[in-house]
């Protein structure tokens, strides 16, 4: 009896079951663009999510472990070996780990978006960006399940639950656009130079170290402080811990550049994509 090959990552099998109808054949003429997109996205998102943790005992529940683990490693780290002086530490930490790994999670895994998922890059009429916007999706998911978490910590020391989190779903679309931007770079460019994926391994890494997950944006020396104002995730990280952690309002001029940025690097990302395509799909 022939085995199923099992997927390296939810996105891998990615896929309809008849690879004999086009992507476009599910819908009826009647849909309309926009709708039909948001309906493959929405369908292509379920799949990757149930797929993730297909015959899994934990499920979901999984999804928690590597947030987990670090935070109790952080914790044990700068809480008692080298103490950062910190209140409320853990909740201090959770509440820029959780967005930092859906941020990291995405690009670690942009690089093989478009390789693992030749097939259906090369289906008629289906746009491979939509993969890309997938994976962003299905990690904010996991994202907004570990959330309850953060609230049982801030709760638990006496952390108010504010107003504030009426940003989220601003905070939210920024980092979507600049995970997105950033993501099609990567994928596209992964296809013709295999380095690309090894240089973001690398890159994330000292972006963790040169990002306030783990310290105080405060006590940043003035001289390179700089550094943080032109980085858009540190503006991210330090917007999710104030609505959070301390329950006000982010900066305001910061989000603004954030954002400003994250267009940027969307729009240079889809030029990418659109001038790389044909040569992508011939690739792969």
């Not at 939810?10 to 309309?32: A, C, K």
């Not at 967005?99 to 746009?127: M, Q, Y």
């Not at 890494?205 to 944006?217: A, G, R």
Request: overall charge positive; aromatic content about 12%; charged content about 15%.
């Amino acid at each position: 009896m022939q085995t199923r090959k099992q997927p390296m990552a939810g996105l891998d099998l990615l896929q309809f079951s008849n690879p004999n109808i086009s992507v476009s054949d599910r819908y009826t003429s009647s849909v309309s663009p926009v709708t039909y997109k948001f309906d493959l996205i929405w369908h292509l998102v379920k799949r990757d999510f149930s797929l993730r943790f297909k015959r899994s005992t934990l499920g979901v529940l999984w999804s928690l472990v590597l947030p987990l683990a670090q935070l109790l490693v952080l914790v044990f780290l700068f809480n008692k070996v080298v103490p950062l002086k910190i209140d409320d530490y853990p909740a201090f930490v959770f509440s820029a780990l959780l967005p930092w790994t859906w941020f990291s999670s995405c690009l670690s895994a942009a690089g093989s978006l478009f390789i693992n998922n030749r097939d259906l890059v090369r289906r008629p009429n289906f746009e491979p960006y939509i993969i890309v916007i997938v994976n962003a999706v299905s990690n904010l998911l996991i994202y907004l399940v570990a959330l309850p978490i953060l609230f049982a910590l801030l709760v638990l020391d006496g952390r108010a639950i504010t107003s504030m989190l009426i940003i989220l779903p601003l905070l939210s679309l920024i980092q979507g656009i600049l995970t997105v931007g950033l993501g099609l770079i990567i994928a596209t460019l992964n296809v013709f130079y295999r380095d690309v994926q090894q240089i973001v391994s690398v890159a994330i890494m000292l972006l963790f170290y040169m990002t306030p997950v783990f310290y105080s944006s405060d006590s940043v020396s003035e001289n390179y402080r700089f550094i943080y104002t032109l980085n858009p995730v540190s503006t991210l990280i330090q917007s999710y811990r104030s609505i959070f952690f301390y329950g006000s309002a982010p900066d305001w001029e910061l989000l603004l550049v954030a954002g400003i940025s994250s267009l940027i690097c969307c729009a240079i990302g889809h030029l990418i994509y659109k001038r790389n395509l044909h040569n992508v799909i011939d690739e792969i």
